[in-house]
């Protein structure tokens, strides 16, 4: 009789550093190393679950710990005008 595997779904945070040439780089805090890009922001959206994926799927076969999501801040961007000198 097959083993039937269980899947459980994380959420993980992933960082979208615009990249001078156009595109974005990507990486997760959670995750040093694992990093990939795209030309778009959801080409690199897509691309960032593909080698996520693959990245928890390394872990697994090498029966190393998985980290659990943990709370981070939210990163925003402020605009404001700053005084002429």
């Known amino acids: 009789m097959k083993k039937k595997l269980h ?3 994380m959420s993980y945070y992933a ?3 615009p990249a001078e040439e156009g595109g974005y780089n990507v ?6 190393g694992c ?3 795209g030309k778009t922001f959801e080409e690199a959206k ?3 679950k ?7 799927e390394e872990l697994a076969s090498q029966r190393r710990e998985i980290p ?3 709370a981070r801040p939210l990163i925003d961007e402020i605009r404001v005008a700053v005084p002429a000198s």
């Open 7 to 9: 899947h459980q779904i």
């Open 15 to 17: 960082v979208f550093d």
């Open 27 to 32: 990486s997760f805090p959670d995750f040093q």
């Open 35 to 37: 990093v990939t890009f």
């Open 46 to 48: 897509e691309k960032a």
């Open 50 to 56: 593909e080698v996520l994926e693959l990245w928890l």
């Open 68 to 70: 659990l999501y943990h």
